[in-house]
């Protein structure tokens, strides 16, 4: 599986950052480029094994699947795996950094053929999602802090 790593600090306390991202899936798609909608989350509140559907844009190359919640440790870790679409694992860590937060995404996840396809390289793929990456951190930080 390929894999994406990102680090951002962010001015608010750990619980607002975190439950900003957990505790409602609906609100990824302020703030991961690419993520055009989520629905039918269950149940409404956050907790392992809840559920939604998703619709990912991934470079012109649109996703539909289904996520399911994996670990859920307030304040420290939210962690969701895509059960349909593309495989992939997304693990949001969190930290007290300072007066702020540190936050750390971890993406793994697997290239389809037919997006491989689309690039000169699987390098080039790659640099294009740390960016995706970096990208999602620093949309995140913008709508929690201000």
């Not at 302020?30 to 629905?39: A, C, D, K, Q, S």
């Not at 795996?81 to 996840?109: H, I, K």
């Not at 389809?112 to 995706?132: D, F, I, S």
């Amino acid at each position: 599986m390929a894999h994406v790593t990102e680090s951002i600090e962010v001015a608010a306390p750990v619980e607002a950052v975190y439950s900003f991202v957990a505790d409602q899936p609906e609100r990824a798609t302020t703030f991961i480029p690419g993520l055009n909608r989520i629905e039918n989350v269950a149940p409404a509140e956050a907790a392992v094994g809840q559920t939604w559907n998703y619709e990912f844009n991934w470079f012109g190359l649109v996703i539909s699947g289904q996520s399911r919640c994996t670990v859920l440790d307030r304040p420290r870790t939210y962690e969701f795996e895509t059960l349909q679409g593309t495989a992939s694992r997304w693990t949001y860590r969190f930290a007290p950094s300072g007066g702020g937060t540190r936050v750390t995404l971890d993406v793994e996840y697997e290239v389809p053929q037919n997006q491989l396809a689309r690039y000169a390289t699987a390098g080039a793929l790659e640099k294009m999602n740390q960016e995706r990456g970096a990208e999602t951190l620093r949309n995140l930080k913008g709508l929690v802090e201000e």
